[in-house]
């Protein structure tokens, strides 16, 4: 009786593992071909840098459907260009003279500082199009770069912040208050900065994730109403199939219930009255176990024909789709199998290494 339900919930967890991998396959493709995540991180560092467009607003978008909407097909690309040369050897200043400004009354010059920080990360960069399509800085890489701008300030850190406070810069606050947490010591300085970066790193992850479970959550509903998948409806097909299995053993090993149970199975599998002939529906059966069933309900079926020399099959399934969408009662387990696929192929792969033992590799 143990291993019906064990094979019962190897199978929901292989089901949600195989739908949930489809999930995030899409939603890495919709991802990588927009831009999406390089988008936003520098969104985030335009907002730091450079502050916010007209030094008004925000390059983030402040919803979800702003970042899978406008963040990816807005003319206003936060990316700096791509530039296939290295980096240049020598840094040059921020041109900003900060006591003029300070005296002047008219608004402070742009200067491009997350351009100039690129400069110093166009090395990891590498060409997709137009734009860069760095999506992830390495803290220390981020110390390093700003190590390097300060470099090229003859007053260091202080010349650097002068200029920074004097443009407008959201940075210069964050960079003077690591500056004087480190007690102007620049290897406390270093580390401080790579701390603080990988605490906004973090934030700015947890900000992408709650936008993008909104996107999950809209495929695991598409996928389970596109394949109709009914997890309720797929358990009872699994147990039927255990049952079936052991019939067949049962005729194995030469039991007389065993075989009258199996015909009785035969007869509701096949459709077929009177006589029955096993062996070419056993094979049949066998050939379709309950986790290929799971597309049976597509609203595209595919059938693959057991002769090799012959093309898979396509049919339109719609009638028979639509009526299962429609009827109340495979309403349930369409709710359960979405809010499975929230977990994610993590999750679930992980849950499966529990059930089958498998081991992860180690090195």
């Not at 988008?39 to 335009?46: D, H, P, Q, T």
């Not at 936008?211 to 596109?226: G, I, N, S």
Request: charged share 20%; aromatic share 10%; with cysteine.
């Amino acid at each position: 009786m143990i291993s019906v339900y064990l094979d019962l919930a190897i199978g929901l967890v292989l089901a949600f593992l195989l739908l949930s991998l489809l999930v995030s396959g899409i939603n890495e493709a919709f991802v990588r071909l927009l831009g999406i995540r390089s988008k936003f991180l520098w969104a985030y560092l335009r907002d730091t840098l450079d502050g916010g467009p007209g030094k008004g607003g925000s390059w983030i978008p402040a919803g979800v459907a702003d970042v899978f909407a406008k963040l990816p097909f807005s003319r206003n690309d936060p990316r700096p260009r791509h530039e296939p040369d290295p980096a240049p050897s020598v840094v040059e200043a921020l041109p900003v003279d900060p006591y003029a400004v300070l005296a002047a009354d008219e608004s402070p010059p742009e200067v491009d500082v997350t351009g100039r920080l690129y400069g110093r990360l166009q090395e990891i960069d590498h060409p997709t199009g137009a734009r860069t399509s760095i999506s992830d800085i390495p803290p220390e890489r981020f110390s390093g770069a700003v190590l390097e701008l300060v470099a090229a300030e003859e007053g260091g850190v202080e010349g650097l912040l002068a200029k920074l406070e004097a443009i407008g810069s959201p940075f210069a606050g964050h960079l003077r208050g690591v500056w004087e947490g480190a007690q102007r010591d620049m290897n406390r300085f270093r580390k401080g900065v790579e701390d603080w970066f990988d605490g906004e790193m973090r934030r700015l992850s947890t900000l992408y994730r709650r936008y993008v479970k909104w996107v999950v959550f809209t495929l695991a509903l598409a996928l389970t109403l596109l394949f109709s998948m009914d997890s309720l409806e797929y358990g009872k097909t699994l147990l039927r199939d255990n049952a079936y299995r052991a019939a067949v053993a049962a005729i194995a090993g030469g039991g007389g219930d065993g075989a009258i149970a199996l015909k009785d199975s035969l007869r509701d599998r096949c459709a077929v009255s009177g006589s029955v002939e096993p062996y070419s529906c056993v094979t049949e059966v066998f050939s379709s176990p309950a986790l290929v069933k799971i597309f049976d309900h597509a609203v595209l079926s595919v059938t693959i024909p057991p002769d090799d020399t012959r093309n898979p099959s396509f049919g339109w399934n719609g009638g028979a789709w639509w009526s299962r969408l429609t009827t109340p009662g495979h309403w349930p387990g369409y709710l359960i199998t979405v809010v499975a696929l929230l977990f994610g192929a993590t999750f679930w792969w992980d849950i499966l290494r529990r059930l089958t033992g498998i081991r992860g590799s180690r090195s």
